[in-house]
């Protein structure tokens, strides 16, 4: 299972209430079938299918087939002032 730092779930929550999304918003991250890659982007509420984390208050959404790739890792964040930026350890 994916898990997620405190740094991570506040990145999460800033950046759903920039966007004026609603209490049932979070981060998707989804499998690019055919590259293998990752992607990530905010969505109002989880896909049917999707499992869903919630850790220190926020929301993830994993995309079938995501979960399994990302077991065990951590979703981390570094924030600055000069940037806000998500990383995967582990």
Do not use: C, Q, W, Y
């Not at 999460?12 to 989804?30: C, F, Q």
């Not at 049917?48 to 926020?58: R, S």
Request: glycine share 8%; net charge negative.
């Amino acid at each position: 299972m994916l898990s997620m730092t405190a740094a991570a779930a506040s990145l999460v929550a800033d950046l759903t209430s920039d966007a004026a999304l609603p209490d049932s918003a979070g981060l998707r991250i989804e499998t690019n079938p055919a590259t293998r890659s990752l992607r990530m982007g905010l969505a109002p509420s989880p896909e049917p299918a999707d499992e869903v984390v919630v850790a220190h208050g926020a929301r993830l959404f994993l995309a079938p087939g995501t979960p399994d790739r990302l077991d065990g890792k951590v979703l981390g964040a570094e924030i600055s002032e000069e940037r806000r930026v998500f990383f995967l350890d582990g």
